[in-house]
């Protein structure tokens, strides 16, 4: 049997959301062991002068506790 465990994190791109989340997950993977999946719980952008200059996600990301 394992446990699993969620935690939010939040991450942004000048590129897009894809990349926001490519961000988020590697940065997860780098303190959190055994990350198995996340899913987006909101999208946001920041705009400046009328473009947009940020992506943001915010993540609901699960892991295995060992």
């Given at each position: 049997m394992s446990v699993a465990r969620v935690t939010e994190i939040k991450a942004?791109?000048?590129?897009?959301?894809?990349?926001?989340v490519r961000v988020?997950?590697?940065?997860?993977?780098?303190?959190?062991s055994?990350?198995?999946g996340a899913w987006?719980?909101?999208q946001?952008?920041?705009v400046n002068d009328?473009?947009?200059a940020e992506y943001r996600v915010l993540m609901k990301v699960?892991?295995?506790?060992?």
């Open positions: 942004s791109s000048t590129e897009s959301f894809d990349d926001a988020g997950i590697a940065r997860a993977s780098e303190t959190l055994n990350v198995k987006i719980a909101e946001e952008v920041i009328g473009q947009i699960t892991f295995v506790l060992n």
